[in-house]
């Protein structure tokens, strides 16, 4: 016998396959966006140098893979004002590619005060690459430290401000009508439209803002049990409203808030954002970060500790395994759907395909001087597959 065989085979096979961008420049890759045509974007942190003691400043990169996993072009996107991008990325109703730029970096003097990335703009590309925005990128309406974006159902962009308690909008994509939104909860770090209101997630508050696409409050913040240092939304078909409750996480915006400890869960509003379910546990979840839905609308999330992915079943109970309903964690309760090759994971989308994929965001025991993770990693076929919208 085998030693390290399984002593029974499991009941399915799921393939990973691991991506590094073509043998460097991808560093930290923090979230995906599918777009038009299919490929998978994907935004990156920091410069890339191998060794993690060495400290690197804000990536200039933007990647764009096939969906086979090949770098399109044979090289990395730059120019248009990208720098040290986290969170933050959308497609807009044109197939045009936004990023928001954080501005991530080892502290001076590892990268040098003169080297050291803004914080306050976003960057515009075309389907096909092209720079659209600026060599500073857009820096109208106030930005500080953005984080998560979305594009709205008019075709406006929005970026949360992590540091400065507000929503930075381009109305229909316009930069040169830009406003500053204060949204109502501290520490904003992603948005999302449901196709009734936007959402907007507080960590440092624990709590959900509600507005209206002007950026108007539809109710007071949502807080409770069920909301815990939240950072990714998703929306499903049916709007609605899905949350990573990081429960720990203190790190992506510059002032750091109090965590509560928890290892995380997700919870779940309705479209009205009136009734909230969970905090659903489970399934392996380990410090969610991101969370999307698949076809089907169950729910993947992105953890940012012990290298797995977590699935649960979503508000469609009829495409869930049987003898599951709405929010029952379908992946393994004690190890997540696994992966030796996952480090620490931040966004995940679900392509057109049915592919899962996630960002290797940070090392495992990682260095403030260069802590990023080197790959995005492939679940093929794990989901069903998402139509673009």
Request: with cysteine; net charge neutral.
């Amino acid at each position: 016998m085998n030693p390290g065989g399984l002593p029974l085979p499991p009941a399915a096979w799921t393939l990973a396959l691991r991506f590094d961008g073509g043998g460097g420049l991808l560093s930290g890759p923090g979230n995906f966006v599918v777009g038009s045509d299919g490929d998978i974007w994907v935004n990156s942190n920091y410069e890339f140098n191998a060794d993690p003691r060495t400290p690197v400043c804000g990536s200039k990169y933007l990647f764009r893979f096939a969906p086979d996993g090949k770098l399109r072009g044979g090289r990395p996107i730059t120019g248009g004002g990208l720098s040290g991008a986290g969170y933050g990325i959308t497609r807009d109703h044109g197939g045009n590619i936004w990023v928001a730029n954080f501005g991530f970096a080892a502290p001076a003097p590892g990268c040098p005060a003169n080297l050291q990335p803004p914080h306050n703009s976003m960057s515009k590309f075309s389907p096909q690459g092209q720079a659209l925005s600026p060599a500073s990128g857009f820096t109208r309406g106030a930005m500080d430290w953005p984080q998560g974006m979305t594009t709205d159902r008019n075709g406006s962009i929005w970026a949360a401000n992590c540091a400065s308690n507000s929503l930075t909008v381009y109305p229909g994509g316009d930069p040169s009508r830009a406003r500053n939104i204060k949204v109502g909860v501290e520490q904003p770090f992603h948005v999302v439209d449901n196709g009734r209101a936007l959402f907007v997630s507080g960590l440092e508050s624990s709590s959900i803002a509600m507005l209206d696409l002007d950026g108007r409050p539809l109710r007071a913040p949502i807080t409770g049990p069920h909301v815990d240092n939240p950072l990714g939304l998703a929306t499903d078909a049916r709007g609605n409203v899905w949350i990573a409750n990081s429960g720990v996480i203190t790190m992506p915006c510059p002032d750091r808030p109090t965590g509560t400890g928890s290892f995380g869960s997700v919870s779940a509003l309705d479209p009205a954002g009136k009734r909230l379910v969970g905090p659903l546990r489970g399934g392996g979840i380990t410090i969610p970060w991101g969370v999307t839905t698949d076809g089907d609308g169950n729910v993947w999330v992105g953890n940012f500790a012990s290298k797995r992915v977590s699935k649960f079943c979503g508000a469609n109970a009829s495409t869930c395994p049987p003898g599951k309903r709405t929010g029952d964690a379908i992946s393994p309760d004690v190890t997540g759907y696994f992966f030796d090759g996952l480090t620490r994971s931040t966004g995940l989308t679900v392509d057109t395909s049915g592919n899962v994929w996630v960002t290797n965001n940070w090392k495992e025991i990682p260095l403030q001087t260069n802590p990023d993770g080197l790959q995005i990693v492939a679940l093929v076929g794990a989901a069903a597959p998402v139509a673009l919208r």
